[in-house]
Every structure is written in C-alpha cells, then in structure tokens.
C-alpha cells in the first residue's frame, strides 16, 4: 500500500469552551468563499500529538472513557491514536471573519493542524 | 504550515451500483473488530486521480454538475480537486467478511486508497 501527503490549510488557533478558531493560511483562505452559506462542517484535523510510530501502530483500543472494558478495532472507534492521525468532527459554524472560523462542538486541542473543511452533505442525515 | 503522512489502509476493490468493496490490508485488518456493531460508517478516501500540484491548487470552484454558476470556496463544496486530495462519505455498513467491507453509497471509484475509516459519532445527526 502507498503513502500520501497533506499539506495543513490552517491551525486551531483558539479553544474557548465549545467554541474553536480556526485561522486558514493566506493559500488556503480563498477556500473559505461561500462557507458562510453551510450552517454545519466536517473538519478534518491532525491529532499532532499522536503522530508517532507507537500511537500509529494502534489497531485495536479499549474505550474506557466511554465505559467500555473490552477491545475494538481502532475503525469501530474514534480513538485519537490510529493509523492515520486525522480527527473528522461535525461541528456548527457560528462566524466567519477574513480567514478565520468561529465553530461549535470542535473537539481538537489548540495547536491542531487543520487538513479540510468540507460542508455537510445534502445526503447526510440533517 | 506543516506537512503529514498518510499510510493507506486499503483499497476499494469493487464498485458496482451503490455497493462498494472494500479491502484492508493485513496489517489493518484488525482494526475492524467490531465494526459490525455501527449501522454507518465515515468512509475517508483518497481521490488518487486528483493527486496532482494542478488539482490540488483549485481554491475555488464552480459546481457546475450541481447546476451552480457562480464560484465557491473548495472548503464549501465537495470538489475532489482541493488541497488534500480526500474524500468523505457517510456509507451504510453491509457486511463484513475477514478483511473485507460491503459498504452502500460510498461514491469511490474503484482503485480508490482509503485513508481511514470512523463509525458514525452518537454526536451527529442521526
């Protein structure tokens, strides 16, 4: 199997209680046209601190956070360590100023890289 | 900005209709334990075929398939060309089999890397 590279279209730059900023780099910024028009977003970041050989050689996890005492596989769970350390939440879209988003619900420590944003789908449950 | 490294996971094999394979490799395989247990899966792809300096400096777009003409930000719509190559659909789990889901409207094309795979959040929209 192959590899791919992402390049960070921005950072979370701010976590106040539910609400995160997200600021975009100038590159990215055009991006963000029209964002305004979707009420909901998928972000899509990078568990910076889990982007290690150990925390990416995690396939199998026991969430005990959530109650659980027995294992499920890293794909049946949201655990931050995992092949791939990319964090996906739906979260509401509360402002948008230059390059920056105000958002709702985003769960990712400040200093996250941000990898994309993209608008809820028309297909997805609403 | 900083740059990561996706390792890919597997591969959707076969499309055919609304029904789509996909295979993990080995090593990921046993990532999938109890996966059964979740109705809907977040399926995260890789559009290898937009995998291109060219396709990944589209910052805005227009739509035109969803009848729009007017341009929007990558980050307000679905475009596969955009920065990071990667694509999101929320999939009705099938069935499993080994190292193998039947996944129902994934919009992959065959041949397509997969990046990770998360179960719906009891958070979102259901």
Known sequence: MGKGEVEF????????????????????????????????????????KRDTPKHRNVFKVIPRRHGETAYRGVFASHSPSRPNPIGLTLVELVSVEGCALTVKGLDAFEGSPVVDIKPRSSRDPS
Chains 1, 2 share one sequence.
């Not at 701010?14 to 909901?40: M, N, Q, Y």
């Open 9 to 48: 279209i921005g950072e979370v730059t701010e976590v106040d209680g539910e609400l995160s900023k997200i600021v975009l780099t100038e590159k990215a910024c055009p991006g963000l046209l029209r964002i305004e028009e979707h009420s909901h977003l998928y972000i899509l970041y990078w568990f910076h």
